[in-house]
């Protein structure tokens, strides 16, 4: 069983519609990160909270809607995506020392498709 | 220049065979290393942390090298279970922002 979960893993939403993607980690960690990976193109870090406060928003569009209510959960609201979204989108955590060598841990993903 | 660069292969190499992937970082502060494994539909998982003075895990060898700014990862014996994408991942700021390079897919045939 993996110390990150994701709900849901398969989404399918209407450019219209109004989702949430939900991550949960088990692991005691206090850094929590939202990766997007598209065919052919690598990781892409999105979002990055740490002990609950955004420490990163890599420029993305505000169709997407992060969500840190505690240590633990972590949120990606999704509003008005387009076609070019659909990707598979990733939740990690981490034990963010403030030091090197910060190892992360990836959820199952949320495979998203926009219609 | 990319912050991570890994040659997208794919690498075809029987049972058995040696084979080695390199990494190329741009920032020559960068102070974590990792190589990272991913199965197709699979969520990446860690294989090993890449330290100064190099790491042997099994079958699997890490090496760092600050002057050319690379790392690698060699693989001994490859069995057909080692067929992955294989993710070389940089920590460049020292943060908690991690980079990822388009991975390096290996195929290993019977």
């Known amino acids: 069983e993996t110390g990150v979960t994701q709900t849901p893993r398969h989404l399918v939403m209407g450019m219209t519609n109004k989702k949430s993607l939900k991550c949960e980690q088990h692991l005691g960690h206090n850094a929590m990160y939202w990766y997007k990976q598209s065919a052919k193109k690598p990781l892409e870090l999105m979002f990055v909270?740490?002990?609950?406060?955004?420490?990163e928003n890599n420029s993305v569009p505000s169709r997407f809607s992060p969500e840190c209510p505690n240590s633990s959960h972590l949120f990606l609201h999704l509003h008005t995506l387009q076609p070019e979204d659909s990707a598979l989108y990733l939740c990690?955590?981490?034990?963010?020392?403030?030091?090197?060598?910060?190892?992360?841990?990836f959820g199952e993903g949320s495979w998203l498709t926009v219609v | 220049r990319k912050e991570v660069e890994q040659d997208p292969g794919p690498f075809n190499v029987p049972e058995g065979a040696t084979v080695a992937f390199n990494c190329t970082y741009s920032n020559s502060a960068s102070q974590s290393f990792f190589w990272y494994r991913q199965d197709c539909r699979k969520e990446p998982k860690l294989l090993m942390s890449?330290?100064?003075s190099g790491n042997e895990d099994g079958r699997f060898t890490a090496q760092l090298n600050r002057a050319s700014q690379y790392i690698s990862l060699l693989i001994r014996d490859s069995k057909l279970s080692d067929s992955a994408t294989y993710l070389c991942v940089v920590n460049p700021y020292n943060t908690d922002k991690l980079i990822f390079g388009t991975g390096t897919r290996l195929q290993v045939f019977p």
């Open positions: 990690a955590s981490s034990h963010y020392t403030g030091t090197s060598g910060n190892t992360i841990y």
């Open positions: 890449v330290y100064s």
């Open positions: 909270y740490n002990f609950k406060e955004q420490t």
